[in-house]
């Protein structure tokens, strides 16, 4: 199984069909087969006829009299004692015997029929009154050395009885024929139906193993395949936790493995990024920061400086005026106390004392208290407890 992962996607299509193909093949060839040879009138079937044929050709059949009845006209023309004695077992032990052997083998084994009938009663009777005859009346006269009698017992009611066993043995012949014959054409419409069958049954199987093949590889790349379209979604939306399982070293897993490697770039790639724009960030700020603090300190000590000593002049000034001419320089004095005022106001607002001095929370308290004096608005503000001192 892990070598089939590991085939290009292309390469198990292939392999797989062609699996499907050989063993499909191989099984109608082998059933096709095997029905002709095992058919009425196939090979197999014709070397079990023959053989039976020639059996039959060669031996007399046992539920036949023709045997006995030739055996005791051999018996009448005979006058060494020793074969009379061997013909006489011969007819009684073997003959007679398998002949009431095989009448009890038909009697159980042949359907209810005018074969059977004809078979197990009318030609048996006869038979058995033949046999009855020949052991109560014929072997008696030749044992006793009365051929004349044996002669007309043979030539007589024995052949009588032969006659009419044969009569009714004909007619089991000719019953069995048609038999036969209409038991091998059922036999032969038989086997065709089942060949037909067996061909729409391994055409099924073929289409309905291709179904299932499709249906399966289309499943083994689909699913893949969905599974990076909704990674890629999560990508797409930020999310770089995403670590596909890679189970084939085909087209869809090296795919996979690809994805996975694209993905762990981008997240090491944004997080590189994320810090890089956290330290421009924090340089600007830290800037801006610098800046404002250098603004400020600057109007401060500068700008407020010069102005604050330009105010304490101009009260100089006008201490040595005369009291009708201080109207406009005291209107001048008061702008530069508004002027002094505004710087100051800048400043703090550039680097308010009170956040370095206090920090952010204290800071933030006092602005929204400033707001609320100055704007008439009613601010409520409430922190919670700050566990580290922000920068």
């Not at 009299?65 to 061997?86: F, K």
């Not at 009611?157 to 004909?170: A, C, M």
């Not at 091998?184 to 065709?192: G, L, M, S």
Request: hydrophobic share 40%; aromatic share 8%; with cysteine.
């Amino acid at each position: 199984m892990k070598i089939f992962n590991n085939l290009k996607i292309s390469v198990k299509i292939f392999t797989v069909i062609l699996i499907i193909a050989i063993g499909m093949t191989w099984f109608g060839f082998y059933s096709f087969s095997t029905l002709n040879d095992l058919k009425v009138n196939g090979p197999v079937y014709d070397q079990i006829i023959q053989g039976k044929d020639l059996v039959a050709d060669i031996l007399p059949p046992p539920v036949y009299l023709i045997e006995s009845y030739l055996t005791v006209h051999e018996m009448i023309n005979e006058s060494d004692t020793a074969v009379l004695n061997r013909k006489t077992n011969y007819l009684i032990n073997k003959l007679e015997k398998e002949y009431f052997d095989r009448h009890e083998y038909w009697s159980k084994n042949l359907p209810e029929s005018e074969m059977k009938n004809e078979m197990v009663n009318l030609s048996f009777k006869p038979a058995e009154e033949f046999y009855t005859i020949v052991d109560k009346e014929f072997i008696p006269a030749i044992r006793n050395g009365n051929k004349q009698k044996a002669k007309e017992l043979v030539t007589g009611v024995l052949e009588e009885k032969y006659l009419e066993h044969r009569q009714h043995i004909d007619k089991v012949t000719a019953l069995a024929n048609d038999y036969c014959s209409r038991i091998e054409v059922f036999a032969k419409n038989k086997a065709e139906n089942r060949t037909l069958i067996l061909v729409i049954i391994g055409i099924t199987a073929i289409v309905t193993s291709i179904l299932f093949f499709s249906y399966v590889m289309s499943a083994k790349i689909t699913l893949p395949l969905k599974k990076l379209q909704k990674a890629s979604e999560q990508i797409g939306e930020g999310d770089y936790n995403i670590n596909l399982q890679v189970s084939s070293e085909d087209e869809i897993g090296f795919l996979s493995d690809t994805f996975n490697k694209m993905t762990l770039k981008l997240k090491k790639q944004t997080e590189e990024l994320e810090k890089e724009k956290t330290r421009r960030l924090s340089s600007l700020i830290d800037g801006q920061d610098m800046e404002r603090r250098r603004i400020s300190r600057e109007l401060h000590d500068g700008l407020g400086q010069n102005m604050i000593a330009i105010k304490l002049k101009l009260e100089n000034i006008i201490n040595i005026l005369p009291p009708e001419a201080r109207g406009s320089v005291v209107q001048v004095e008061d702008m530069f106390d508004g002027t002094i005022e505004e710087i100051k106001n800048i400043s703090d607002n550039l680097m308010p004392s009170i956040l370095k001095e206090f920090g952010v929370e204290t800071a933030l308290e006092y602005l929204c208290q400033t707001i609320s004096e100055t704007s008439g608005l009613e601010i409520i503000f409430d922190a919670l407890p700050m566990k580290f001192k922000l920068d």
